[in-house]
Structure formats: structure tokens, C-alpha cells
């Protein structure tokens, strides 16, 4: 099971994302973040295999995060392309709770597989 994070400022967002995923067999949420610095330091120091992150937010946005973790060598990808039809539907479901202006960033899970 991969570990997952989630960047939002908006708790209901977070909550809602982390009720909808909770009862899944492909990733579990470790921890939320709430701005965008604290989350880009989390990833640097854990590297999560699956961040959901939010495209505005304060500190740094969501594109930021997904720049600096390039930058620095995180592999760092936007989009749900991920290792089955599966669990990209999964992603799809997943992703409606995140407002219409969001990201994930998914480094170690990603392949073109199928």
C-alpha cells in the first residue's frame, strides 16, 4: 500500500478527499498539510508516493511544489497516470473532491503500462 499525503487549506476538502479514499486498497493518507510549505517539506524529507495537492494555496501553491520537487530531483509528475484502468478510475473518483483547480503528484507510482 502506498503512503499518500494531502495539501489543501480547506479542511473540508481534506476530510472529504479522506473519506471518499479511506476504504481502498491502493494508498492510505499519512498526514494533511493545510499550506503549501510544510507540505513541500514533508515530501523532501519522506518522499510520500502520492501527494494530492491543491493548485492555490498559501505559502506556495500546488504548481510550485510540483516545479521545486522537480527541481529537485523528486520525480515529480502531474495527472493520474498510474499503474492500471483500475485504480485510474479510482484517481478519477478520488479527484471530484478536489475543487476544479487542483494537482497530484504521484513519483513513484506512475507507469505506461496499459
Avoid at 7 to 24: G, R
Avoid at 62 to 71: K, N, P, R, S
Wanted: aromatic share 12%; with cysteine; hydrophobic share 40%.
Amino acid at each position: 500500500m502506498y503512503q499518500a499525503i494531502v495539501i489543501d487549506d480547506e479542511k473540508w476538502v481534506v476530510k472529504s478527499l479522506i473519506a471518499t479514499i479511506k476504504n481502498q486498497d491502493y494508498f492510505e493518507i499519512t498526514t494533511e498539510f493545510y499550506d503549501g510549505l510544510s507540505g513541500l517539506e514533508y515530501i523532501r524529507i519522506h518522499q510520500p508516493a502520492l501527494a494530492f495537492v491543491d493548485v492555490r494555496l498559501p505559502g506556495m501553491g500546488g504548481l510550485e511544489i510540483l516545479q521545486a520537487a522537480h527541481a529537485e530531483g523528486l520525480s515529480a509528475s502531474s495527472g493520474a497516470g498510474t499503474k492500471s484502468r483500475k485504480s485510474r478510475s479510482f484517481f478519477g473518483r478520488a479527484a471530484k473532491h478536489f475543487s476544479s483547480s487542483a494537482s497530484c503528484f504521484f513519483p513513484q507510482i506512475c507507469a505506461d503500462d496499459d
